[in-house]
């Protein structure tokens, strides 16, 4: 409903940022109504289709994993609707926006936009606001992601009025008394933390303490330290492995690009003794099958050895990215015994 709401006003004040609204109050005009009902039906008709979907992948023993960003962006329903939970000035303003400092995808950092949440207003009304929005994407999917879960814990806060995201902070986040608060909504549902990027002993210790499986990829593992956590060796049971995320490179565009001396490394560590960078695969896969990982998550670009043109997502690149499909072709191309043998070798059937 809040939504409709939200999407009815700006489709009438032609599609402007909400502050910008020439009738800004809640209730609904005449030709707000008629949008009203045209957005409604439209939702209607979405999450009806999509739970359709969902109940037939789940009777073909398939479950689906939901993302939840971590913000919300300015121009939303949320911000529109609960200015109060966010760091807003008095014009309704974000005071400063999230992104992340220099790291693996961006020497020079991100500046994301988005406004900060208030955690203090947050945590008076008992975290309503995100527990209604955990419940909700528990009802849409079978498993949770929550991105940026680091975000918890410390927040990278920038100035809204600068263009250089080195000149953020860290600022602490609400941890335990959050996840005290959203850890009953789970019960026995797979929720996955997001725990990449500048992650620290304190966000090591919050990820321990939520229970949540954090995440493990393999194109982060050969930085030249032995004790890296994303080292196949190295995996805990409660974690999630993956060979790269959808903001990584494809496993194949990844090995291509690595210096030689990594590649070497790289190929010693899986026992690969080849010289052809497209035979690699079967001994890179082997190895993430056999680690203690309790989940082992394969994109299908690297199921289908495509390589870097057939990339998801380039992080801090604004455009080109999100637009990959694959045909029904391509799926049944996959060598799908070999999959299964390795997943009965390694014991993660499900029929175990």
Known sequence: ??????????????????????????????????????????????FTQWMELKKYANRQGIQIIGDIPFYVDYDSADVWAFPQLFQLDEKHRPAAVAGVPPDYFSPEGQIWGNPLYNWESMKSSNFEWWRQRMEHMLSLFDCVRIDHFRGLESYFSIPANTQNARDGVWIKGPGKAFIDCIKPLTKDRLVIAEDLGVITQEVRDLV????????????????????????????????????????????????????????????KYCSYDGDSLDDCYDSILKT???????????????????????????????KGNWGYRVTWEQLRAIDKEKLKFWNDLYGRSLSR
């Open 208 to 267: 321990k303490y939520s229970g949540f499986p954090g995440m493990r990829v393999l194109q982060f593992a050969f930085d030249g330290q032995p004790d890296s956590p994303h080292l196949p060796h190295n995996y805990g049971n409660n974690t999630v492995a993956y060979t790269g995320t959808h903001d990584n490179n494809t496993l194949l565009g990844y090995v291509w690009a690595l210096e030689p001396r990594t590649r070497e490394q790289l190929f």
């Open 1 to 46: 409903d809040l939504f409709c709401r939200f999407m009815a006003k700006k489709s009438v004040n032609r599609f402007k940022v909400w502050t910008q609204w020439e009738k800004s109050n809640d209730r609904l005009t005449a030709q707000e109504e008629k949008a009203y009902t045209v957005w409604a039906f439209s939702q209607y008709a979405h």
């Open 288 to 318: 993430m099958f056999a680690s203690h990982a309790g989940l082992l998550i394969l994109p299908v670009q690297d199921l289908l050895h495509y390589g870097e043109d057939t990339r998801m997502n380039r992080p801090g690149v604004e």
